[in-house]
């Protein structure tokens, strides 16, 4: 019988553990956090489609305006105002259902005051929206 010969491990270079860095899992890693981050911003992104006129041309907000444009003035506290007439917040989205209901063009311009907050005048558009009008344009500052 031949007896087996046990092998010893040489200490040395060819037992040393080795201490490169394999990049390769930490690439794929990150590729896929990439992709995921690619794929869910577009679902995050929230706002309102609103048009803004150029600052060159302004709109005659005058009494001699065209009468098929529809302002709604947003002022302070907040208090609303469609084309000069006051309405109550509470009934802001009737009353601007109202006024577009026989019309075939649903373009409203929304002017805020000075001091009115960010807040209200976001929240204006989005009643707006909701009373079915398809274009909500902001109204630009008067150049002074």
């Known amino acids: 019988m031949k007896r087996r010969r046990r092998?010893?491990?040489a200490i040395g270079f060819a037992s040393a553990a080795v201490s490169d860095i394999n990049i390769t899992p930490m690439v794929d890693v990150l590729l896929c956090l990439l992709i995921l981050v690619m794929v869910i911003q577009?679902?995050?992104?929230?706002?309102?489609?609103?048009?803004?006129?150029?600052?060159?041309?302004?709109?005659?907000?005058?009494?001699?305006?065209?009468?098929?444009?529809?302002?709604?003035?947003?002022?302070?506290g907040p208090a609303y105002a469609i084309n000069s007439i006051e309405v109550p917040a509470d009934q802001l989205e009737q009353r601007i259902r109202e006024v577009f209901q026989g019309r075939g063009r649903k373009v409203l311009f929304l002017k805020g005051a000075e001091?009115?907050?960010?807040?209200?005048?976001?929240?204006?558009?989005?009643?707006?929206k909701a009373a079915g009008i398809r274009v909500v344009g902001l109204v630009p500052r008067d150049k002074d």
């Open 7 to 9: 092998r010893r491990l």
């Open 115 to 128: 001091d009115v907050r960010y807040e209200d005048v976001v929240r204006a558009a989005d009643v707006a």
């Open 42 to 76: 577009p679902g995050l992104l929230k706002g309102l489609d609103i048009q803004v006129p150029p600052v060159e041309t302004g709109l005659a907000l005058a009494a001699d305006a065209p009468r098929d444009q529809i302002i709604l003035h947003v002022a302070s």
